[in-house]
């Protein structure tokens, strides 16, 4: 059976990911996804070892749901405990084609060849999840949205549904990525498949990206591990701020409340910060200083956006949350005058 058997137009499953609108945002590079880069001289991007040594060393370390790094630091009960994410190859050249066909979940069609029609083809053919970047055409030129999408069709004239579209910004480096969003949110727009922003090495696109409607992060491979760490950070916490989701599961929906609620921690600690700040600026602070008719006010603003919950059960909510940023503050202050 054909891996690029696909759920909907909107929906392509990558192994154990899928990715779509209405989805969690995912992140492939690292841990939940590997990404293999082939340099076509029978070696991966980074090393020297032969194709077949690294798409092994690729494919144990997927399996036990490591990156290379942490597989080897770990034991084999933690890596076996760990979630087998699925492994993507991305060819130098058609000559690498056979072994993505073998070994791979899906292939990545990348930047320095998304502009050759033939190329393009003979992927789709392989029967894999296609993702397709933003290709370089004829003369160096970076590919127009009309271009990409056509690029699109040639994968569908083949038979193969099952494509998603990366923005890197043309460039055949990954680390050097750097992705048009608005193009990105157009190609969604026009095509109605899946896109992903490509990070490159740097993390601090990873929330922009989540906000202008990404539904995945692309990091590159040699990407440090703090690029990761952003890139899961806004798959958590930007996306759980910007991103409707229809979990059909309860595994699924216990899971989006997770990544809320990872939002509201990182909202709620943003909110003692700037409230020890006014504690400190206001002539009487603490308890004492409450302002109950600003409290009131703002319930009846928040009631506006959660008019679910309504200033009846958003009351007792934010009272909560007041009084716990006030004896914080007092706690804090009673530790300082103490020392």
Partial sequence: MSKA????????????????DGLPVVVIGGRDARWLRLRGDGGPSTGDMPVKDAVKDAVKDTAA????????????????ARRAGPLLMEPASADDLPAVARHADAVVVGAGWAGDPGLVRAAARLGLPVVLQRGIVRG???ATLEEWLAAVDDCVAEGNEAVVLCESGGR????????DLGLMRAARDRSGRPVLAGLGGDGA??????????????????ASEGTLAAAHEAATVMAALVRPENPGTLDAARAAIDRVDAALATLLERRVAL?????????VGGFQGRDMERERRLVAAMARRAPRLG???????????IEAGLRLSEERRDGEERR
């Fill in 140 to 142: 160096g030129r970076v």
């Fill in 275 to 283: 409230a020890g700040r006014i504690q400190r600026l206001k002539p």
């Fill in 65 to 80: 749901g490591s990156s290379p790094d942490t597989a080897a630091a770990g034991t084999a009960g933690e890596a076996g």
């Fill in 5 to 20: 058997a696909q759920l909907d137009r909107d929906a392509v499953r990558i192994g154990d990911l899928v990715i779509g």
């Fill in 172 to 179: 055949g480096e990954p680390e050097d990525a750097a992705p």
């Fill in 205 to 222: 696109l990873a929330g922009a990206a989540v906000a202008a409607g990404a539904d995945g992060l692309l990091v590159g491979p040699a």
């Fill in 311 to 321: 200033a009846g059960l958003l009351a007792p909510i934010m009272n909560a949350v």
